[in-house]
């Protein structure tokens, strides 16, 4: 008697798991795919319930659906663990004008930049901003995401940032993808509180972090165990060492779990900071000098690299990922999709540019992509393997060999998406 199943895939040329026994992957570990030749994979339920060879699972299981990789790939679903995907407007006159030599901090610094963006939404409705948000959200899923974080941070004042964290609910309970939601009050401060940076930090300890928690008290992330971060920019022009960690130790005293912006230009020291707190993830690391790098990586703290910021804004200089993975470092990927420094969808593109600016070799993208991306959400029991026991979340590419979603580059190597068990994108069509 075979067991039922809901959907059965056989005939994968290799299904790379990214298994991991405990916590992200490091070290010899981030360079193992997990690779199973001739594999297949099992979901019932919305979870994988057995991923090993086709003959074997074959003969164990009888599926409602099978689907016949034919000696493609199959690999877990991708993570994108640090996304700004919610926001009205566009920056793009500002692309025009660091095309003429103005830098990120210059436009930020003249009140463009993020506040441009802040005040489009502003005054945009939940509804507006969900309904900007969705056609980006398909992208996304169409190049292999398959959980996204989404922060606030465009609002810089209470109401605004709950509507753009009621948006992430909305985006989550419309959209296949699965959304983490992250309060960022602290991103940048409003032209309202110009030179008064402190004032401003103490609008977000005292009345927006307070805000935010009780919003997720009521919601459905907190009913189903999903965080909400709290994340702070870091940086010169936005909030120092010690402003930061007033907001972050706020977040932690609400039982909001830590994220940070640090050492994107300038490194203020908000790294040793991140980790001191046991942040969950320290994502941009551009700047961050070898000690601290260090301490990233003998701590729990996943650093997440960003190279899609680097290469929009121009730059040949990139966060020195290889290093840090060296060292020992827990080393995930994102997008950083927002409106200024990275109008990017895609997960493969920022593999292809990690390996070639980073020196990343293809199964350490793909780890950093998926199982560590899962961990930088503190998800990692959750999502980002093709384990048994967890969420369904699978991509079948259109190449035999997973490597080639770093190699090629341009294109869509992302052939069927499976969605908590569900087939929600089937030979590259809806
Ligand atoms: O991660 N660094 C701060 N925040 C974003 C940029 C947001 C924006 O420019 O709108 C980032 O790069
Ligand atoms: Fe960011």
């Known amino acids: 008697m075979k067991t039922p199943v809901d959907l059965l895939i056989i005939n994968a040329g290799q299904v790379a798991t990214c298994a991991s026994q405990d916590g992200p992957k490091r070290g010899p570990a981030l360079r193992d795919p997990g690779l199973i030749d001739h594999g297949a994979v099992a979901c019932k339920d919305g979870l994988i319930v ?3 060879p086709t003959d074997a699972l074959a003969a164990r299981y009888q599926a409602d659906e099978t689907v016949d990789a ?32 103005a830098s990120y901090m210059e436009i930020m610094a003249a009140g463009g930049g993020i506040v441009s963006t802040m005040k489009a939404t502003r005054a945009a409705s939940v509804e507006e901003l969900v309904a900007s948000a969705l056609p980006r959200l398909d992208a996304m899923l169409a190049l292999g995401t398959t959980t996204a974080e ?3 941070g465009y609002g810089l004042e209470t109401g605004a940032e709950l509507r753009m964290l009621q948006a992430a609910a909305e985006l989550d309970a419309r959209h296949p993808m699965d959304i983490v939601p992250t309060f960022l009050g602290a991103h940048a401060v409003p032209p309202e509180y110009a030179g008064r940076t402190d004032d401003y930090a103490n609008l977000v300890v005292e009345e927006m972090i307070p805000a935010a928690a009780a919003w997720y008290e009521g919601s459905d992330f907190a009913a189903r165990g999903v965080p909400l971060f709290n ?15 007033r907001v972050l130790e706020a977040g932690l005293a609400r039982g909001l779990p830590v994220k940070a912006h640090v050492d994107e230009f300038t490194p203020l020291g908000g790294l040793s900071l991140a980790v001191e707190l046991g942040a969950v993830s320290a994502d941009h690391l551009d700047a961050t000098t070898p000690e601290e790098g260090a301490r990233l990586a003998a701590s729990g703290t996943v650093g997440v690299v960003l190279p899609a910021v680097n290469f929009n804004l121009g730059s040949a200089h990139f966060a020195d990922a290889r290093s840090l993975i060296d060292a020992g470092a827990a080393l995930a990927l994102a997008t950083d999709i927002n409106p200024g420094s990275a109008p990017c969808p895609s997960m493969p593109l920022v593999m292809a540019m990690a390996c070639r600016y980073q020196k990343l070799l293809p199964a350490e993208a793909l780890n950093a992509a998926t199982i560590n991306a899962a961990h930088a959400l503190a998800l990692g029991d959750r999502i980002g393997s093709i384990e048994a026991g967890k969420q369904a979340d699978l991509l079948i590419l259109d190449a035999a060999d997973y490597r080639h979603l770093a190699y090629e580059f341009g294109g869509n190597l992302v052939r069927t998406v499976i969605k908590r068990g569900r087939i929600v994108r089937r030979n590259g069509k809806i």
Do not use: M, W
């Open 50 to 52: 057995d991923v090993g």
């Open 70 to 101: 034919n000696g493609r790939a199959v690999i877990p679903g991708l993570v994108d663990p640090h996304t700004h995907v919610v926001y009205a407007g566009d920056r793009v006159g500002e692309f025009e004008l660091r095309i003429q030599g």
């Open 150 to 152: 989404i922060k606030s």
């Open 231 to 245: 994340d702070v920019f870091c940086e010169q022009n936005a909030f120092d060492v010690a402003q930061s960690r």
